[in-house]
């Protein structure tokens, strides 16, 4: 008997080409991102400085990449690893676009 709430996919459970949609989306607060920092600080200036990413030409400082992969990366754990021995393919992975302090990702 399983003790697990999600039963989770299995390797030959999954098609090629095949989209998934999580259950809960995520909307990124300030708060996320002064917890990830304080905790982890951030490597790069335009992360760090709303003036600095403005004077790029950016509304705003983004969100570190580092922070949006492991949330992204969290939400994926019901659907694609929970049973899984390692997790591959995050090298193919991509970041489409900048993430902001209130933007939801899902």
Known sequence: MSNKTNTGNFFEDFEIGQELIHATPRTVAEGDVALYTGLYGTRFAINSS??????????????????????????????????????????GGVFGELVYPGDTLS
């Open 50 to 91: 709303d003036r600095f990413a403005q004077d790029l030409g950016l509304p705003g400082a983004p969100i570190d990449d580092f922070l949006v992969f492991h949330i992204v990366f969290g939400k994926t754990v019901p659907d694609i690893s929970l049973n899984a021995v390692a997790n591959l393919g995050y090298a």
